[in-house]
């Protein structure tokens, strides 16, 4: 009977430790905002960074406008001085494909009555938008004057920028520079807090802007202003990739050595 009541009681000891072992809380581990498992010590930082280089390309948005009594002059006198335009930029090296239409329009322009009572005069207005692109910007220039001398009544804008593949490289060395920017910031941090960076567990790149002309951009120093003019000098600075990233690090318990061991 002792012999029976010692096992129970030793059963119900039993019972007890594993209780207090399913109780117990384990090490959780800690996630960032994204879910992602994270250290102990992490490290958030942002860095940024940007290249700067010189534009090989520059963009020339000219448009040309005709007037009429109806919708078909409009029309013919618009496609006489586009083309004419189109032959002219042609003869100086501008290909075919380097001029894209932007936008085409015909509509009825009514403009008030010269004298009160009078009916309003009825004129059609016909235009077409044009973008150039012009892989000298040493020739934007000349580019300009011969649109301007051949048809095109209004330059709408120029833009000094970069190919594609000389964005991409910016925006490689731009992504670069920003990491190096964040890498510092997080072993400045990791430093004060006693700590060493380890590693890294999360990087999110921002979307890299449009290049921007590092100080003033494209300038129009002349403008023609009739046929016999000085020509137009255009002028441009360097232009700046920029490029932001958010990184985590992994930090640690920093190593110290003593001298003399």
């Known amino acids: 009977m002792q012999r029976h009541a010692l096992v129970a009681a030793g059963l119900a000891v039993l019972l007890v430790v594993a209780g207090c072992s399913a109780g117990s809380s384990s090490p959780s581990t800690a996630t960032d905002a994204t879910g992602t498992p994270a250290s102990d010590s992490t490290i958030h930082v942002a860095g940024s960074g940007s290249a700067d280089a010189e534009p090989n390309q520059a963009v020339v948005r000219v448009s040309v406008v005709a007037r009429g009594e109806d919708a078909a002059t409009a029309r013919r006198r618009l496609a006489e001085n586009t083309s004419r335009m189109r032959g002219a930029l042609r003869e100086i090296g501008v290909g075919e494909d380097r001029i894209v239409t932007q936008r085409y329009d015909i509509y009825q322009d009514r403009r008030r009555p010269r004298e009160e009572g009078d009916d309003p005069r009825i004129q059609y207005r016909a235009s077409h938008d044009f973008e150039i692109t012009v892989s000298d910007p040493d020739r934007v220039g000349d580019v300009v ?117």
């Open 145 to 261: 004057d011969t649109a301007v001398a051949n048809g095109a009544t209004e330059v709408d804008d120029v833009t000094f920028t970069l190919s594609t593949e000389r964005r991409r490289e910016l925006e490689r060395r731009a992504r670069s520079a920003a990491m190096a920017d964040a890498r510092a910031k997080a072993e400045t941090l990791a430093d004060d807090a006693n700590l060493t960076v380890t590693g890294v567990t999360v990087i999110r790149t921002s979307s890299v802007g449009d290049p921007r002309p590092a100080e003033e951009g494209a300038y129009m120093t002349e403008t023609p202003a009739a046929t016999g003019a000085p020509p137009s000098d255009l002028e441009s600075g360097p232009v700046t990739v920029r490029a932001t990233v958010q990184v985590v690090y992994e930090a640690g318990a920093a190593e110290h050595t003593t001298e003399g061991r």
